[in-house]
């Protein structure tokens, strides 16, 4: 059967400063939370840190170059904070704005749209110890960053988000498997709620520069969770508890709905972690969006049982934490319809990330990624077919351009179509990069 894409459908890759741009100490860029994070030990897995990573400071012409190749009409990559303001608050750094410049008008030269992420992870070390997201002046901070972003770069880039899976906020700060590396989760709620109005009031304050062509919008994963056996308590629970109070709910509920869900305040109020949320609060989190990005790799069905076993090796796996005894990709028609019914998501929505890691040490093996290649088609399939029922999908990112930095993966779990040579920073195209320009070239592929 042949998949064809509807016409100017985007075809793209994605990657985020913190995981690709090294650099780290070089030309005013100060530490992020994930480079003091990586020297934590037993944060990282083999003690790795984020200083080089795929040198992409330096070789972005090469990384531009590899796009080209591909054939991608867009590319999402996100500034770090570190680089464009080293303190977080103050003065702006000249290096950091002619480096994305250059990067930028690359991008722009080529044909390629750039699509940008405010943030991607990676606050200032500085911030962090003067509270971070968990201090209400980060809305100012954050306002402050995004604007000196939006006065130098906003009408160079077609499309903006505010926030890269602000999940990782929580992960960060409840359970502490993320920079900054806290578990409290009182603190944490509170982050997340000052994060949304952050989110809230840059998508104001972009409004009043009154671009004419850029567009806003957030990323938000989802990781939908389905009761493995319908009508048991617990894994009904877990279902529910995995959505709405320590996943997509979050998040979704209060941009879309204007409001945290009953069952998210309940359990908040419950344990004596509901955040304070000013007057005006909500109005400003839920403000009218251009675009919706969707970070999707898999659904889960929650075994109750099954999963105590697992917990421990989940909580240091890393990456993205994609335990995948089965794949449920075909559920990404579900949850795309769930965007549009239950959320009333009536904008268009992209896949900004969708990839496969496969770990080893054996290259060839690493280069001959038909996984990938299997695992990406059976996205592409439900997507398709959530197409043509009628959901706005206008584009798909894959993750990731090329082998990087995974967070608490360290260097281990491999995204990349492109391999990554760490000691001599040679870029080389896996077979699933091959595959993907044909589908690109194509719109679609075929599939016996």
């Keep these: ?16 400063a913190q995981q690709i741009e090294g650099g780290a100490f070089e030309d005013g860029r100060s530490a992020s939370i994930w480079d003091v994070f990586a020297r934590m030990p037993g944060a990282i897995k083999h003690g790795e840190v984020p200083d080089v990573c795929c040198d992409s400071y330096h070789r972005y012409e090469t990384d531009i170059g590899l796009l080209k190749k591909l054939g991608v009409k867009s590319y999402r990559f996100s500034f770090s ?19 994305y410049k250059n990067l930028i008008r690359g991008l722009k030269e080529a044909g390629i749209i750039p699509n940008a992420t405010i943030y991607h992870w990676d606050l200032p070390y500085a911030l962090q110890v003067r509270g971070g997201f968990g201090n209400r002046d980060m ?3 954050y306002l402050h960053y995004a604007e000196v972003l939006f006065d130098n770069f906003g009408e160079d880039v077609d499309m903006w988000a505010t926030f890269n899976e602000p999940i ?14 806290i578990k409290d989760e009182a603190y944490a709620r509170q982050c997340l709620h000052h994060l949304l109005v952050c989110h809230g009031e840059a998508v104001k304050l972009f409004r009043k520069k009154n671009f004419s062509n850029a567009r806003i919008g957030i990323v938000v994963d989802v990781w939908k969770h389905y009761p493995a056996r319908k009508g048991d308590p617990d894994d009904e629970w877990a279902a529910l508890y995995n959505n709405e109070i320590a996943g997509y709910g979050m998040f979704l509920n209060p941009l879309f ?21 000013r007057e005006g609060d909500m109005e400003t989190i839920c403000q009218k969006l251009d675009f919706y990005g969707l970070n999707f790799y898999n659904a889960i069905f929650d075994n109750v049982e099954e999963q105590e076993r697992k917990k421990q090796e989940q909580a240091k796996a890393g990456g993205n934490y994609q335990d995948r005894p089965e794949c449920h990709t ?11 019914e239950k959320y009333k998501i009536q904008i268009p929505i992209y896949i900004t990330e969708n990839g496969l890691p496969v770990d080893g040490e054996n290259k060839e093996e690493l280069l001959n990624d038909q996984d990938r290649i299997d695992y990406v088609k ?6 398709h077919k959530a197409i043509e029922e009628g959901i706005d999908v206008r584009g798909y990112y894959l993750w990731s351009l090329m082998d990087n930095f995974e967070w608490s993966a360290g260097f281990d779990a491999r995204y990349g179509i492109h391999y990554t040579d760490y000691e001599t920073q040679e870029r080389i195209p896996k ?14 592929f075929e599939e016996v």
């Excluded at 075909?330 to 549009?340: A, K, S």
Aim: net charge neutral.
């Design 330 to 340: 075909e559920m990404l028609v579900d949850v795309l319809h769930m965007l549009v």
């Design 431 to 444: 077979k699933s990069a091959f595959w993907y320009v044909d589908v690109i070239r194509n719109n679609g």
């Design 139 to 141: 809305i100012k901070w």
């Design 81 to 99: 904070w570190s680089r464009i303001i080293p303190d977080g608050v103050g003065e702006v750094n000249p290096a950091g704005i002619a480096y």
């Design 257 to 277: 709905l204007g409001c945290y869900s009953d069952v998210h305040m309940k359990y908040m109020k419950e344990n004596q972690i509901a955040p304070v949320i």
């Design 378 to 383: 059976s996205v592409l399939i439900p997507l």
């Design 168 to 181: 990782a906020v929580y992960v960060g700060h409840a359970l502490g498997w993320f920079a900054p590396g």
């Design 1 to 16: 059967m042949k998949y064809q894409f509807p016409e100017n459908f985007v075809w793209g890759v994605a990657t985020a």
